[in-house]
């Protein structure tokens, strides 16, 4: 049973341009977690999907950011216009369900913005 | 603000040691905590986790310690080793939400 899987691992983008960042959550998980970790610090809610909804966006930043868990295929963390600010770990996690509080992560994508 | 925190930044241990990591946490709706292990370019790894009607529980060579009273949560590893070494952090989840809210994390250092 493979786990949640992220890609790409490592993501270099010049200020300005767009960043997409993967997520496949474990099977048989429909509910999909997206967090952003600094340097030296702890993890950062952002969002909250299950298939093709967003349930809690309340750690998203207004602008620039948005996410996605079509019916198909994985979730998406979309950034557009990346500023420096905006390197970081993002991780995903998955959970079976909305009552079942573990959450599973992946390896992260580490975002670096030049 | 954070609702989680750590006493300690980082913690050195001698190999074969007990290490005791804690945490202080603010939220008193908080019915759902979770250690987790980060080691270095890696995701959190699920350690323990413990429910707010409980006040101990055990697993292998860890035991969550959760004190309601005083808002403290700690890891206990027993006979610490190498492999230990990594960023241990302590979330928390208030059951109606959905998101997890993380503490600073505390650094486990394993000296042979």
């Known amino acids: 049973n493979a786990g949640v899987m992220q890609n790409p691992r490592h993501l270099v983008r010049r200020r300005g341009q767009e960043a997409r960042l993967r997520c496949s959550p474990m099977?048989?998980?429909?509910?999909v977690y997206w967090y952003r970790q600094l340097p030296e610090e702890g993890l950062k809610f952002m969002v909250y999907?299950?298939?093709?909804?967003?349930?809690?966006e309340s750690g998203m930043p207004k602008e620039r950011f948005s996410a996605e868990f079509p019916k198909e295929g994985p979730s998406i963390l979309r950034i557009q216009q990346v500023v420096r600010g905006d390197s970081a770990a993002y991780f995903c996690a998955s959970s079976q369900g909305a009552m079942t509080y573990e959450q599973y992560f992946g390896p992260g994508t580490r975002l670096t913005v030049t | 603000g954070e609702s989680v925190g750590l006493h300690l930044p980082t913690l050195s241990v001698q190999e074969g040691d007990n290490s005791i990591i804690n945490c202080a946490y603010s939220n008193s709706a908080s019915d759902y905590f979770i250690w987790y292990k980060q080691e270095s370019g890696k995701g959190p790894q699920f350690i323990i986790d413990i429910r707010s009607n409980m006040d101990k529980r055990q697993g292998q060579r860890v035991t969550v310690l959760l004190n309601k009273t005083v808002k403290h949560l700690s890891l206990q590893i027993a006979a610490t080793q190498p492999g230990d070494s990594a960023v241990y952090f302590c979330a928390e989840n208030t059951g109606t939400a959905s998101k997890l809210t993380f503490g600073t994390g505390t650094r486990l250092q394993v000296t042979l």
């Open positions: 999907l299950q298939k093709e909804n967003i349930i809690d």
């Open positions: 099977k048989g998980h429909s509910h």
